[in-house]
């Protein structure tokens, strides 16, 4: 798992992150985008900035550092391709992830962990 920190957004209101994650069970990558706009107070879960957007497509201001991105994961992982969204979003039977019941979790929510997300304000 890893990830950048585009200059999209002023530092004082988020940020806007691109993230990704290599399995290590088959030979994908998942890319993914994250806008995130600061709070006045934690919500309910303590984050003063939970994500407000998460996309796997990317817009045309994205594209050129998702694409050097892929670059550098092709060639630390030769062969490795980009999971395609539609077996991202394929639903995974009888797992229960910690955001979501039994039979509603995504190959997407078992490879990637929002716990592992920032959060609070100055991490």
Not at 33 to 43: A, G, K, M, Q
Not at 105 to 118: G, N, R, S, V
């Amino acid at each position: 798992m890893g990830g950048i920190c585009l200059p999209t957004l002023a530092r004082d209101v988020g940020f806007h992150s691109l993230a990704f994650e290599v399995s290590f069970l088959v030979p994908y990558y998942v890319l993914h985008s994250y806008r995130y706009l600061y709070l006045d107070e934690p919500d309910s879960y303590g984050n003063l900035f939970p994500p407000v957007e998460r996309r796997f497509e990317f817009t045309p201001e994205e594209q050129p550092y998702a694409d050097g991105v892929a670059h550098e994961i092709a060639v630390v992982y030769p062969g490795y391709e980009f999971m395609p969204p539609e077996v991202g979003h394929v639903v995974v039977p009888d797992v229960q992830h910690h955001l979501r019941y039994a039979g509603e979790a995504t190959i997407y929510d078992c490879l990637i962990d929002e716990q592992a997300l920032p959060r609070k304000k100055d991490a």
